[in-house]
């Protein structure tokens, strides 16, 4: 069979993400299309901003922001099925989950309307998408979680799901991008920190003026039977990156 090569993308927190990395991400896509077996997502694929606790009683808490996120999404998730219209998977982040907390606390009412399910508002079978139970075995030593922690610096969360985690681990959240390594006897495990697809430009809950200590990147996974070797691609500010000696840009 041969070495598979698998894609997971970083959090995307869309509408929030960052353009010019979608479109670079989309053409690697159709690029390598005929070579992906799957394209994962590690949660926060939505930011839900209107829905969020912060939110609850200011002008922020509008049903029409709400649609325009569902609406952008719907867009950039066609651009992403037109360039893979393989296996597309995802796990849902804190961000994701908005959406269930806002119905069992401010609109219970409307909790249990199969219209409001995650995958049916979010359009996501119409678009090819499977929102998989965390934790997701991508491949079999290798397990992805969203991840609820935040480490001071990049990496260092990575090495705290090892110590809780069994296998090699990939995750989010932390929107920092970092591989590490550990080894123990003959096992040598690793952990992996994906980055974010999210403009840090956009963050408007961060200080005045202030850029967070994000970086921007997704990884990839080599596949071949038990034994699974991560990449990760960092990306630059112009939205491009590396991947097997190639640049792919906007």
């Known amino acids: 069979m041969g070495t598979e090569l698998k894609v997971i993308l ?28 799957e394209v994962h997502q590690v949660g926060d694929f939505f930011d839900f901003c209107a829905i969020s606790s912060f939110s609850a009683g200011t002008p922020l808490e509008d049903g029409k922001d709400l649609q325009r996120e569902i609406d952008v999404a719907e867009q950039v998730m066609l651009k992403i099925g037109k360039a893979y219209p393989g296996l597309k998977t995802r796990i849902k982040g804190n961000h994701d989950d908005r959406l269930n907390r806002y119905l069992a606390t401010r609109a219970r ?86 980055g974010s697809l999210m403009d840090r430009r ?11 200590d994000w970086q921007m990147a997704i990884g990839a996974l080599y596949i071949d039977g038990n034994d699974t070797w991560p990449v990760l691609m960092e990306i630059k500010s112009d939205g491009s990156f590396v991947f097997e000696g190639r640049r792919y840009r906007p």
């Open 202 to 212: 956009k963050a408007f809950y961060l200080p005045a003026g202030g850029l967070a």
């Open 10 to 37: 970083s959090d995307l927190q869309l509408p929030y993400h960052h353009v010019k990395a979608i479109d670079a991400v989309c053409g690697f896509l159709a690029d390598q299309s005929n070579r992906i077996v």
């Open 109 to 194: 009412g409307l909790a249990g309307l199969r219209s409001l399910d995650y995958d049916t508002l979010t359009l996501a079978r119409e678009y090819g998408w499977e929102t998989k139970p965390e934790p997701y075995k991508v491949a079999p030593t290798t397990q992805v979680v969203h991840g609820l922690a935040v480490r001071a610096r990049a990496g260092y969360t990575a090495h705290a799901h090892m110590e809780r985690l069994a296998g090699n681990i990939v995750h989010g959240h932390t929107h920092r991008a970092a591989i590490v390594y550990r080894t123990v006897g003959s096992n040598t495990r690793w952990a992996m920190e994906v």
